[in-house]
């Protein structure tokens, strides 16, 4: 499981998150996403180490760029406060912040300790879900939720960001908290998934792009049922799918149908002067 599990953390450390920044529209984040491999590629060279120093001083060479990517959230709050409570703005300002959680738990995964508690084996899958679940998932949603202005585009950008904040709560609170943070996590990626399919795929005359967010949509919409049921057999002591078999469905799933389907279908989108609304910064 550790191959899959690294290989769906460097497709998120060297594709994933830097082509979301671009998708933001902020010049502000331009030069961190140039700067990007430097925190990168040592991260992604810490996976196949084995635990120990040098690992470790990778990792956190990884965790830098990711503390500097979550500074600037603070500094679009203070930039403009009046749209900071926008749910397309909470979605991206979620996608800033999300993969230092997953750098601080790759760097104690790396170091070989426990971190409040948590094992090695729940570390090291923290560090994908924090990349998609986290930053991908937040992303697509404030995206979706400027193109598909309603009350459903609204609702998918706020519970995205408040299901992946009670998931990381129900990590310190039990497996209960764990399974409503899923749940609200399953609603929100359920929803974009569906204004993905109906708001943004709709009308596209690009066969590529339409492909590309019908695959995004249909995955979502499996992969999520494997979450929710993942967190209700913890949760009630059922039979439910194990790690390993999440990892190879859910993670993977997330990683290819959805992160980087979606991530390539936005760019294309973002390139085209029409027939979709660009992301504004």
């Known amino acids: 499981m550790s191959v899959l599990v690294n290989s769906i953390v460097m497709l998120g450390m060297l594709v994933v998150v830097p082509a979301g920044l671009r998708l933001t529209g902020a010049a502000e984040l331009d030069r961190i996403r140039r700067l990007w491999p430097l925190f990168a590629v ?3 060279v810490s996976l ?13 060479c990884y965790a830098l760029g990711t503390a500097l990517l ?16 926008a749910p397309a703005e909470i979605a991206l300002l979620t996608a800033l912040v999300t993969p ?17 508690g948590f094992g090695l084996g729940i570390l090291a899958l923290t560090v994908p879900h924090f990349h998609f679940a986290g930053f991908a998932a937040a992303l697509v949603a404030g995206l979706v939720c ?3 202005d309603s009350a459903a585009g609204r609702f998918a950008a706020l519970s995205v960001p408040l299901g992946t904040l009670l998931v990381l709560i129900g990590y310190f609170i039990g497996d209960w908290a764990e399974l409503a943070g899923a749940a609200v996590l399953t609603a929100g990626m359920w929803t974009v998934a569906l204004l993905t399919w109906r708001s943004v795929r709709t009308g596209q ?7 590309l967010l019908a695959v995004s949509s249909a995955v979502l919409a499996v992969t999520m049922v494997l979450a929710l049921s993942w ?6 002591g059922i039979p439910h799918p194990s790690l390993t078999w ?10 290819l149908g959805f992160a980087l389907c979606s991530v390539l279908a936005w760019q294309r989108l973002r390139d085209r002067t029409d027939p979709v609304e660009r992301p504004t910064p």
């Open 42 to 44: 040592p991260g992604a």
């Open 48 to 60: 196949w180490l084995p635990r120990g120093t040098a690992a470790t001083a990778l990792a956190l």
């Open 70 to 85: 979550a500074l600037h959230a603070p500094h679009r709050l203070l930039r403009s406060p009046s749209r900071s409570a």
């Open 100 to 116: 230092s959680v997953a750098a601080l738990a790759l760097v104690a995964e790396r170091s070989g300790h426990t971190l409040f």
């Open 146 to 148: 400027r193109v598909a």
């Open 205 to 211: 005359r690009d066969r590529i792009t339409r492909t």
């Open 231 to 236: 967190a209700l057999g913890e949760a009630a």
């Open 246 to 255: 999440m990892a190879a469905t859910h993670g993977l799933g997330n990683a």
